[in-house]
């Protein structure tokens, strides 16, 4: 390269900086870079003024101190050094303006930027507090509509499914998920009450429908979920998986004032906390293992991976019935209760019809 060309490159160079620069500046969200010991060495004006302080000249923040969070340093160095690109972190804050103190909610992406073989982590925080507390009227408003059900005894399925689309317009299903679950669910459970009717009292028709009809409560908990992480087109990370995770705890708590009673919402909270409970314990949120697993949350984890599998999401395309067969009989005696498959692989046809109805009908 001339010196002439050499020149205009850097000139060039300096004017694209010049135009990020004023992008970063300007950002309503808050653009950090922190070392792996959570030390801020750069920060943009919108991140002063979310967590209410000014910066001065010749004083190093530091993040984890400035969030009360004792473990951040321990997950930035990992961030650094192990196999995740990006790290999603919740923080609860309280800021003081003026004489009233405000609880708010930042959200930050870490991500591990790789310049000139060195490594650098940079921060995008986001101010969610308005969506948190959005979240909390909506649990509010759950609660609600769920006692309206109980009380009143107005049109249960009606009612759950209006509870349950609050999930579905923020998640990545498509629109006809929740009927589809319902269907699989109800021919999986009337071919468990005449195999094994004679051996639990339990089974009859009405245990049947209710069963159905909660399933559609399994996915319930993903309201108070990060749009960021329940959006997101790809894989999850470690961090935001355990994240995602947490939905089955919320639902549970969401319903608690349900748990015992011997009616359809009380099995509903049962699937929405144990479908993603595992026959050999490896699953969560409780790790409980064989028929320790509610038998509603053993029959729905088949009908709701069976849809998973066949349906094409952001991050993989749609398997074939046969694909999805193949994975179901594989971990049958490890992600599933064998005598459940063994039932599905009698009756798979009867899924793929379902499958097809709503194919059709979409």
Known sequence: ????????????????????????????????????????????????????????DDIVYNLGKLLHSEDLKGELS???????????????????????????????????VPVMNQDFIIGIVKDKSDIMRALSNREE??????????????????????????????DHTTGKHLERVESYTKKLAQEYMLTFGDRDPRLNETFVDDMAVSSILHDIGKVAISDMILQKPDKLSISEFESIKEHTIIAGEALKEYKGRKDFLAM??????????????????????????????????????????????PYKVAYSHEKAIEIIREES????????????????GDFLKIREYYDDDS
């Open 1 to 56: 390269m001339d010196s002439i060309n050499y020149l205009n490159t850097i000139e060039n160079l300096c004017v694209e900086n010049g135009k990020l620069q004023a992008i970063i500046e300007s950002s309503t969200n808050g653009i950090i870079e922190v070392n792996a010991a959570g030390d801020i060495l750069k920060s943009n004006p919108a991140f002063y003024h979310m967590v209410n302080i000014s910066p001065v």
């Open 78 to 112: 990992k961030l650094l050094t192990g196999g995740e690109d990006i790290l999603i972190k919740g923080f609860h804050l309280p800021i003081l303006r003026g004489k009233k103190e405000e609880m708010h909610y930042l959200e930050i992406k870490f991500s591990r």
């Open 141 to 170: 408003y759950i609660s609600t509509l769920l006692n309206m059900i109980h009380e009143l005894r107005i049109d249960n399925r009606d009612s759950i499914y209006h509870i349950a689309s609050l999930v579905e317009l923020r």
């Open 268 to 313: 509903g909270r049962e699937i929405a906390t144990y479908h993603h409970e595992k026959w050999d314990g490896t699953g969560y949120p409780t790790g409980k293992a064989g028929t320790d697993i509610p038998l509603s949350a053993r029959i729905v984890a088949l009908c709701d991976t069976y849809d998973a599998l066949v349906s094409e999401r």
């Open 333 to 348: 005696g490890i992600s599933f209760d064998p005598e459940i498959v063994e039932l599905f692989l009698k009756i798979n």
